[in-house]
């Protein structure tokens, strides 16, 4: 089941505990991203999957400028619910085709 030994951890800009694995010129996630950059180029989508908030926040930020990235469950979760507001205003006025213009004019308790 593994070794039986806390995390390196360190605060982040923002204030949260992180693993300290993760970031530096020398991490696992550089070296990899960096590989995979230069076999597959900046438009790889590369996706970050089981990360906590307090390393999945940090972790896009770091990689949005320099490649594609994906959180699926951070944006995963934002996005499904976003299809899910789309979809019931396309059901409500189905000959309509700006949604997002109606998504902005509705109003959520």
């Avoid at 070296?31 to 597959?40: H, L, N, Q, V, Y």
């Avoid at 970050?48 to 699926?72: G, H, M």
């Amino acid at each position: 089941t593994g070794l039986k030994q806390n995390r390196v951890t360190h605060k982040s800009a923002a204030g949260t505990v992180v693993n300290s694995a993760y970031y530096g010129e020398d991490s696992l996630i550089r070296e990899f991203m960096d590989a995979a950059i230069d076999i597959f180029g900046k438009k790889c989508l590369l996706q970050f999957e089981d990360f906590n908030s307090n390393d999945a926040f940090p972790l896009l930020a770091e990689y949005r400028e320099k490649c594609l990235t994906y959180n699926d469950d951070i944006q995963g979760t934002a996005s499904v619910a976003v299809a899910g507001l789309l979809g019931a205003i396309k059901l409500r006025n189905p000959s309509q085709t700006d949604l997002l213009r109606l998504l902005r004019e509705e109003i959520f308790l």
